[in-house]
């Protein structure tokens, strides 16, 4: 596509249930990254893929953030028994090169807005 | 370990001024440094980047950072300001060791260009 896609664009959660956030980065891009911004605040890392393999999880809040990208494209973040506090906006970028020497732009999607009740 | 401020939560100017975004950062190597612009309900969008070479870099609409070591800071600068360019600007920093995927964002800065 011609730019980072991401769905749903607003999800609205109970306390305690799963959810699911997609990211379809633009094609081609080996690296990947999901932020987190809460209301008022920057984006904050929470993880990178570099093609299929996740080589970087430090910034995932606890145990009940999940995210995979299983052949290297399309990346799912799982957010597992949600609280209020996982309460922001998700957002996916990518790159088109490995991020590990990389000083390369991002390109971001335009976020999945997440309200836990 | 790295970190970024944005002293400003609001910057208003009026159409045709110059105006500043003011940025400093924190790295324990060298940084690569970027700009950041996010309009309502879209993703950020890039503007420009520091990674070596020529202090005063240059980028997209016009806009500029000079890159100041010595005072550790990055601000963003325009010539001549456009109601346009009202919207929500991030720095970020990545400092620039293999293997480094964090990127950090400042908490942003509200440019409001007033006609």
């Known amino acids: 596509g011609a730019g980072v896609s991401q769905s749903p664009r607003y999800k609205v959660a109970k306390r305690g249930q799963d959810v699911a956030l997609r990211c379809d980065p633009i094609s081609g891009h080996v690296s990947l990254f999901w932020y987190q911004q809460a209301l008022g605040q920057g984006p904050e890392f929470l993880t990178y893929f570099q093609n299929e393999a996740q080589l970087d999880k430090s910034g995932l809040p606890s145990d009940r953030f999940f995210a995979e990208r299983p052949e290297g494209s399309v990346s799912t973040l799982k957010i597992q028994r949600t609280q209020q506090e996982d309460s922001a906006v998700y957002l996916c970028a990518s790159s088109l090169g490995e991020g590990g020497w990389s000083n390369e732009k991002l390109f971001f999607g335009s976020g999945t807005q997440l309200s836990v009740l | 370990a790295q970190s970024v401020a944005q002293p400003e939560d609001q910057v208003n100017v009026a159409e045709g001024n110059p105006l500043t975004v003011k940025c400093t950062y924190s790295v324990s190597g060298n940084p690569y440094l970027f700009w950041y612009v996010q309009y309502p309900n879209r993703g950020l969008q890039f503007l420009l980047k520091y990674i070596t070479g020529d202090n005063l870099v240059k980028g997209s609409y016009g806009f500029e950072a000079e890159f100041n070591k010595s005072q550790t800071s990055f601000h963003l600068k325009k010539p001549s300001a456009l109601v346009s360019d009202s919207a929500l600007y991030f720095c970020?920093?990545?400092?620039?060791?293999?293997?480094?995927?964090?990127?950090?964002f400042g908490a942003g800065t509200r440019l409001t260009v007033k006609p």
């Open positions: 970020a920093v990545r400092d620039n060791l293999y293997n480094n995927n964090d990127m950090r």
